[in-house]
Nanobody
Framework: QVQFVESGGGLVQAGGSLRLSCTAS????????IGWYRQAPGKQRELVAR???????IYADSVKGRFTISRDNAKNTVYLQMNSLKPEDTAVYYC????????WGQGTQVTVSS
């Protein structure tokens, strides 16, 4: 069974940066399109960015130009570099397969203070 583990979250001031990491056991991330998602309190989970097996990436309009998704296949890890963070980026961030999502991990909390 695939298990995703997210890390790298924390508390940061507006304008700051964080880099999130996503690893998985039970599957090579390199063969799948992987998405980073977030869920803020009282809101539905939303797709933030995704990266294909070939490295093609797509971003939500709200993060375009500020976030960068990348992957290191040797480390079986997908990253989300978040720059120019805003308070509205505050959420729990998750990663998962984009096409056929598996079990969701615990996520990593990102809190951006104003």
């Amino acid at each position: 069974q695939v298990q995703f583990v997210e890390s790298g979250g924390g508390l940061v001031q507006a304008g700051g940066s964080l880099r999130l990491s996503c690893t998985a056991s039970g599957t090579p991330l390199s063969i799948s399109t992987i998405g980073w998602y977030r869920q803020a309190p009282g809101k539905q989970r939303e797709l933030v960015a995704r990266i294909s097996s070939g490295g093609y990436s797509i971003y939500a309009d709200s993060v375009k130009g500020r976030f960068t998704i990348s992957r290191d296949n040797a480390k079986n890890t997908v990253y989300l570099q978040m720059n120019s963070l805003k308070p509205e980026d505050t959420a729990v961030y998750y990663c998962n397969k984009f096409t056929t999502p598996g079990t969701w991990g615990q996520g990593t909390q990102v809190t951006v203070s104003s």
